[in-house]
T-cell receptor, first 116, second 110 residues
């Protein structure tokens, strides 16, 4: 089993649909992240969860709703998305050891989302 | 600001050295990173450098850091076709967060 698994790999949805992206990490990490990757743009940090508590919401529109039921699972619930939301959504995890030190992220392969 | 900038494309001949450059803005960054993304995959940590170092070598990879100019580079010696990928520069911006660039697509030609 790979370290960080994301499902589905590909998703096509209409603007009125509701869907969810799933991420699971098997590394025993205590922090999980959602990033958005659009072509030729810097990776955008969307949400951060530390020990299941959301510690960062980077001005993300409310049509994206994260959920972290435990430290191994992370979801991104989607509803009434716009075509400009089409992108690769990456999940990552890391192990935080107290004071901020070396922040090594482990990424999943991403969900390629197309909004029609 | 938290801007990381890098050129978007690099083409290199197999066997030559590749040099990927990056500039960052946060002078208090503790660590700087290079991540690699192969087609259809997520990002994978390639190497990193602590801010009090100016060079780090790891097999074919050499990282150079110029803190004064906020410039980071990654040199890949003897570039191979398997090195074709997107390379992301990232800086730590405090509070367990990383700021990434847009990625440099490296194409290795025979």
């Amino acid at each position: 089993e790979t370290g960080v698994t994301q499902t589905p790999r590909h998703l096509v949805m209409g603007m009125t649909n509701k869907k969810s992206l799933k991420c699971e990490q098997h590394l025993g990490h205590n922090a999980m992240y959602w990033y958005k990757q659009s072509a030729k743009k810097p990776l955008e940090l969307m949400f951060v969860y530390n020990f299941k508590e959301q510690t960062e919401n980077n001005s993300v529109p409310s049509r994206f709703s994260p959920e972290c039921p435990n430290s191994s699972h992370l979801f991104l619930h989607l509803h009434t998305l716009q075509p400009e939301d089409s992108a690769l959504y990456l999940c990552a995890s890391s192990q935080r050891e107290g004071a901020a030190t070396n922040e090594k992220l482990f990424f999943g392969s991403g969900t390629q989302l197309s909004v029609l | 600001g938290e801007d990381v900038e890098q050129s978007l494309f690099l083409s290199v001949r197999e066997g030559d050295s590749s040099v990927i450059n990056c500039t960052y803005t946060d002078s208090s960054s503790t660590y700087l990173y290079w991540y690699k993304q192969e087609p259809g995959a997520g990002l994978q940590l390639l190497t990193y450098i602590f801010s009090n170092m100016d060079m780090k070598q790891d097999q074919r990879l050499t990282v150079l850091l110029n803190k004064k100019d906020k410039h980071l580079s990654l040199r890949i010696a003897d570039t191979q076709t398997g090195d074709s990928a997107i390379y992301f520069c990232a800086e730590s911006i405090g509070d367990y967060k990383l700021s990434f660039g847009a990625g440099t697509t490296v194409t290795v030609r025979a």
